[in-house]
């Protein structure tokens, strides 16, 4: 069974810093690309972050560009991001999710269940 | 970016009733369409990709059509466990949503 589990949320003031974590079962975590999709308070899906299955590509939206970092450790079948200069804007529900990767199009066919993140004095 | 404007954005369906969810996409993206369904406090479950192919699990009530810029979702007979928000996705170039659709049932 796929399992994706969100760690490393929580409060914190604007201009700090968190680093989310993601562990991942039941796949080999190493074949896959992975992505971080965020989800503000009442609001819609954003994705935000997709990282190769070998760390040679990394892609960010434009809302997080500069300030959010994607990485992995395939021996430890962890996803990371990174989150410098928080703003009250990145206040959300942060999902990684397995990449499904069909017919030249990518989607999410595993989902975590979220950590949230609040930015706020 | 590709923008994706869904409709409508709230639905209310009886039980057994036919619903349609339509996304428009601001360019063409060559089917590469995807539907979640998203319960309350519940991360999104993949429910069709390639804008037709149905998800392993998922009812056969649930289907996908269109191409180009024009996709829609059917529930082909609503039930209880269908209500939720969806969502469209397109997976053409960087990952882009609709802003949801809240089914309930009347």
């Known amino acids: 069974e796929v399992q994706l589990v969100e760690s490393g949320g929580g409060l914190v003031q604007p201009g700090s810093s968190l680093k989310l974590s993601c562990v991942a079962s039941?796949?080999?975590?190493?074949?896959?690309?992975m992505h971080w999709i965020r989800q503000a308070p009442k609001k819609g899906l954003e994705w935000i972050a997709l990282?190769?299955?070998?760390?040679?590509?990394?892609y960010y939206a434009d809302s997080v560009k500069g300030r959010f970092t994607i990485s992995r450790d395939n021996s430890k079948n962890t996803l990371y991001l990174e989150m410098n200069s928080l703003r009250s804007e990145d206040t959300a529900m942060y999902y990684c999710?397995?990449?499904?990767?069909?017919?030249?199009?990518?989607?999410?066919?595993?989902w975590g269940q979220g950590v949230m993140v609040t930015v706020s004095s | 970016d590709i923008q994706m404007t869904q409709s409508p954005a709230s639905l209310s369906a009886s039980l057994g009733e036919t619903v349609s969810i339509e996304c428009l996409a601001s360019?063409?993206?060559?089917?590469?369409l995807a539907w979640y369904q998203q319960k309350p406090g519940k991360s999104p479950q993949l429910l069709i990709y390639?804008?037709?192919s149905l998800q392993d699990g998922v009812p056969s009530r649930f289907s996908g059509s269109g191409s180009g810029t024009q996709y829609s979702l059917k529930i082909s007979g609503m039930q209880p466990e269908d209500e939720g928000v969806y969502y469209c996705?397109?997976?053409?170039?960087?990952?882009?949503f609709g802003s949801g659709t809240k089914l309930e049932i009347k």
């Open positions: 390639g804008a037709s």
């Open positions: 996705q397109q997976g053409y170039k960087y990952p882009t």
């Open positions: 360019e063409g993206i060559s089917n590469s």
């Open positions: 990282i190769y299955y070998d760390s040679s590509n990394k």
């Open positions: 039941g796949f080999t975590f190493s074949s896959y690309n």
């Open positions: 999710a397995k990449s499904a990767y069909r017919g030249y199009a990518d989607y999410f066919d595993y």
